[in-house]
């Protein structure tokens, strides 16, 4: 999958009014940093509103981040929903 054929779907619903007043937030979270690579697992909520009915999940989150010289940079993500 590309990025675009990731993006595409997600942009759709939150611009044509599919998915509307739509949150995410982390519930717990814990970071590992070993020099220039980091790792953070968390899970999270969300809710919404989805073809006008309450909409209301979570999961959790794999992030992989290394360091370059301009900062902290995303390097993967993996998810999976509740």
Same mark, same amino acid.
């Given at each position: ?30 970071? *590992? ?7 953070? *697992? ?8 989805? *073809? ?31």
């Amino acid at each position: 999958m590309t990025v675009e054929t990731f993006l595409a779907p997600r942009s759709r619903i939150l611009t044509d009014g599919t998915l509307i007043e739509f949150y995410e937030w982390e519930t717990s979270a814990r970071t *590992h940093v070993l020099r220039d690579i980091a790792c953070r *697992h968390s899970t999270y909520a969300k809710s919404g509103r989805y *073809h006008g009915a309450p909409y209301e999940g979570g999961g959790a989150k794999l992030i992989q981040l290394a360091r370059d010289p301009q900062g902290w940079r995303i390097a993967a993500i993996t998810w999976e929903d509740d």
